[in-house]
């Protein structure tokens, strides 16, 4: 069955794109699943991307360990893993002949390597960490557990379904993708194969003067974001949601300030702060999240939420931004088949702006975070007669500092200021998370088991530890799907020459 395509792609598969530079795009560039090569390997986008991070002075800095390319080179994958120098089962995807190199041809995708498997998951073959439902002391890092709505996770899920967006090529008659599947026997059927396990979306920034938009979505005031309806659709949803979470914020911190000037700062009150701040999103945060929501500059399009248009408040921002029709977004969509994670990064930081919205759909994942500015010392073979020195190999303090956020389905998590720009994320290899149980742990704010994974938690033995003075939960990884929103940085959104 032919599915539809963005006219995009099928450009970019016949060589004939024509410049992102003057007319903007709706790009979907498609990567095949499994090891996670390109699929539109060559096309100048993909090149661009892969340069950018394989040459980011992170990259260079640390060169005391291995590079991870770049995958997609979507990403900033500027450090192995501790874990993934542990041995093979750990190695990253990096099968394929480009892609563990650090040169700027590099494809490897940031997943990890090891394919999808039918064996039932068992608690033995989880991460051994303990995911918290509540968020660690990050500042600037937000979740939102089950803000999604069943209905608009059912709608997304469909939608991408119907899009294709992780379905196989079949289309692509690119005679460089079927020669190398017919060299890795993977049978290429002319452009056909491998599952894909992510796609990537890209808007446009667009200046009013440029006239009326002839594609995508057409706001009232004459620009189009260039993304997909439906993205323009959630990106709307979510600001809206969000909304609310925003206004409780700036409510409790009214309450703090009338609080504290009336010297009435009781252990009522900052608990009731606390409760608060861990369903809020700051509104400086949500504004910058959603400027077309906020912004004065542009009339806001009907949000899908009631409630007032909370009043933008003058703020001094250190990631200054153009206005909202001149910022483009990019959405990563992305696929897990358990057991495979995501190698520990920062979404590159010179190609994409402060705040990241990440929705998961379908399941829950548990998420690591590390400090980026770990340094390390790497163990050295002791010399003749020389006694190991104290402390032998100093852990550097911030490397205790891992923190294990699980992410149940449906749930929206942001990253924002130190979150965004200093703390690496990632997705352990696993076949199951250790998670919280709750109540037992968390405290206020965190959220319910989803139903079904309370399902597959007790009904697949043994499936309680007891950890840390709490109880926890295993949980089997199940496919889950991702949605990365994010805004590129001024001039970023053009490619190419
Ligand atoms: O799948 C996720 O939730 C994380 C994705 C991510 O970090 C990214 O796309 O940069
Ligand atoms: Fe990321």
New binding site residues.
């Given amino acids: 069955m032919k599915r539809r395509r963005s006219s995009m792609l099928v450009e970019e598969a016949e060589g004939r794109r024509s410049d992102a530079r003057q007319e903007g795009y709706l790009a979907s560039l498609i990567l095949r699943g499994g090891e996670g090569e390109a699929a539109g390997r060559g096309s100048k986008i993909l090149l661009t991307h892969a340069q950018e991070s394989s040459e980011h002075p992170a990259g260079r800095e640390q060169h005391d360990l291995p590079s991870v390319s770049a995958g997609d080179g979507e990403?900033e994958a500027d450090q192995l893993p501790r874990e993934y120098e542990a041995g093979p089962s750990r190695s990253r995807s990096c099968s394929r002949s480009t892609s563990s190199s650090n040169s700027a041809s590099s494809h490897g995708s940031l997943f990890s390597s090891r394919s999808p498997s039918p064996s039932p998951p068992a608690p033995s073959l989880a991460t051994t960490s303990t995911y918290a439902r509540t968020c660690p002391p990050i500042p600037g890092l937000y979740l939102f557990p089950s803000l999604l709505s069943l209905e608009l996770e059912r709608e997304l899920l469909r939608v991408i379904d119907r899009e294709g967006y992780f379905s196989p090529l079949s289309i692509l008659p690119d005679p460089r993708i079927a020669r190398e599947q017919e060299r890795e026997g993977g049978g290429g059927g002319g452009g056909g194969g491998a599952e894909r396990n992510q796609a990537m979306l890209f808007g446009r920034a667009r200046p009013r003067s440029a006239g009326t938009a002839t594609d995508g979505q057409e706001w009232a005031h004459g620009w189009s974001t260039g993304l997909p309806k439906w993205a323009d659709e959630l990106v709307l949803a979510l600001g809206g949601l969000l909304k609310g979470h925003a206004q409780a914020q700036a409510q409790a911190q009214d309450e703090d300030a009338r609080g504290s000037c009336a010297g009435t700062d009781t252990e009522g009150s900052s608990s009731r702060r606390s409760t608060t701040a861990a369903a809020a999103l700051p509104q400086e945060v949500w504004e910058m999240l959603f400027p077309e929501c906020s912004s004065s500059t542009f009339p806001s399009p009907s949000i899908p939420t009631s409630g007032s248009q909370p009043q933008p408040q003058p703020h001094p921002s250190p990631h200054p931004r153009p206005p909202p029709h001149l910022q483009s977004r990019q959405l990563?969509l992305?696929r897990y088949h358990p057991p495979q994670g995501?190698a520990s990064h920062i979404?590159l930081p010179h190609r994409f702006a402060d705040g990241i919205v990440?929705c998961?759909l379908s399941a829950g994942i548990g998420m690591r975070f590390r400090p980026r500015h770990r340094t390390r010392t790497r163990p050295r073979p002791l010399q003749d007669g020389e006694r190991e020195r104290e402390p032998p190999h100093p852990q550097p303090e911030s490397y205790s500092h891992t923190h294990h956020l699980y992410?149940p389905a449906r749930s929206v998590l942001v990253l924002s200021g130190e979150a965004r720009w200093e703390w690496e994320?990632g997705i352990e290899e696993s076949w199951g998370d250790w998670v919280e149980r709750d109540g037992e742990d968390g405290g206020e704010g965190e959220c319910e088991l989803e139903g079904e994974e309370k399902g597959q938690g007790e009904g697949q033995g043994s499936t309680e530890r007891a950890r840390g003075g709490g109880k926890a939960l295993f949980i089997p990884r199940q496919e889950r799907k991702?949605i990365?929103i994010r805004f590129m940085k001024e001039g970023a959104d053009c490619v190419g020459e």
């Fill in positions: 990403e990563i992305n995501l979404d990440l998961s992410l994320h991702s990365t």
